[in-house]
């Protein structure tokens, strides 16, 4: 009887140990149990462990949470999902008219996919992709922080077309050195903004805003927001590597990104107007990485990194014809009608892409594309 007493303590203790552990990992991101009030999804990111941040654009907050997806896979299998769309609105039984993907993300730790959709009724939703299974994430009595950002457009602000300038307070997200980073408007003097915030969340979150000469415009803009981003290190120096509407390439130097601070970018590349970047990642063959970028009028771009770092210049003539190029050189994949894309590995990346048929599927490339 000794040794099974013995048993059940050594049980009990490793139980108590256990669920120790997990509540220390969740209570050390300040989270609460509880239902987040998310009014849209406009973008997602990774942090660590498991957490996803959520940029909810109508509401100007971050949320982040717990997906309890924190299992590590090193050799994640490929996707290949046709007609995805169609299967999420069965999912949520609807039509597909009626809902559209704001983004998707892959999980670095567990190499699932979520994925942003919102309905036409302003439901937002959440979904995880486990290979071929699609499921919904409930956002109900789940481990969650949040942080409202400052200074963003009023609710009812339009800009001259007519559209929301609250929605465009989040743009784009991105996670390093231990801070989410959020591009977007805010509602000051120059509107285009870069946020620095800490996580765990605090009140702490610096505001930097930005200033490029975009050569495809022929001047300097502070009022256009950054589309989308990723981080570089450049000669041992890191940086805010943008892309904006009409595909202006811009460096920004991090250290310089501090809160109050008016930053000017340096644009490395004109990569042809009457276009929306889309999503840019970074991939890797062998020693050299690579830019990729997916693109709303465009093919996927490909760009060099040691040609963005041995290019000085920066353009600060206009460069108006149209879909001209200028600055760095870039290469056309041949994969077009890409919606959205996010690294799944270092050499694969995962694809929504609009086929010539009309589906749209979401699939894992191969490294023969770099």
Not at 149 to 164: H, W, Y
Not at 244 to 255: A, E, R
């Amino acid at each position: 009887m000794k040794k099974i007493y013995s048993v059940l303590a050594v049980g009990l203790v490793g139980l108590l140990l256990l669920a120790t552990t997990t509540r220390s990992t969740r209570n050390q991101y300040g989270f609460v149990i509880g239902t987040p009030g998310i009014k849209s999804i406009n973008a997602l990111t990774f942090g660590p462990d498991g957490v996803l941040f959520i940029g909810d654009g109508k509401s100007a907050t971050v949320f982040a949470i717990d997906t309890k997806d924190a299992a590590l896979v090193e050799k994640p299998n490929p996707i290949d999902i046709k007609n995805i769309d169609q299967k999420i609105a069965a999912l949520l039984g609807t039509e597909v008219k009626n809902i559209t993907i704001q983004d998707i993300a892959v999980n670095p730790k567990s190499k699932n996919v979520y994925c942003a959709v919102q309905h036409s009724d302003g439901t937002p939703v959440l979904l995880r992709i486990e290979g071929d299974k699609i499921s919904a994430v409930s956002l109900d009595a789940i481990p969650f922080s949040t942080l409202a950002l400052t200074n963003v457009p009023a609710e009812d602000a339009k800009d001259k077309r007519g559209e929301s300038l609250r929605v465009a307070a989040i743009s784009d997200m991105g996670y390093a050195d231990g801070k989410v980073m959020v591009s977007g408007l805010s509602n000051q003097e120059f509107g285009s903004t870069f946020r620095s915030i800490p996580f765990p969340f605090t009140n702490a979150q610096d505001q930097a805003s930005l200033e490029i000469y975009h050569a495809a415009h022929g001047k300097y803009e502070t009022m256009a927001p950054i589309k989308t981003f990723t981080t570089t290190e450049i000669k041992g120096k890191k940086y805010l590597l943008a892309s904006y509407t009409c595909t202006p390439l811009v460096l920004f130097p991090l250290d310089e990104l501090k809160a109050g601070s008016h930053v000017k970018g340096r644009t490395v590349a004109e990569m042809g107007s009457g276009n929306q970047p889309l999503d840019i990642i970074t991939l890797k063959k062998g020693n050299e990485s690579f830019l990729i970028m997916a693109n709303s009028s465009r093919p996927v771009f490909k760009v060099r990194y040691k040609n963005i770092e041995a290019y000085q210049g920066s353009l600060t003539t206009p460069v108006v014809e149209n879909f001209a190029t200028a600055g760095v050189d870039f290469v056309s994949l041949p994969l077009t009608n890409v919606i959205q894309l996010d690294k799944l590995d270092d050499t694969r990346m995962i694809l929504l892409q609009r086929r010539s048929n009309g589906n749209l599927d979401l699939w894992t490339s191969n490294d023969w594309l770099l």
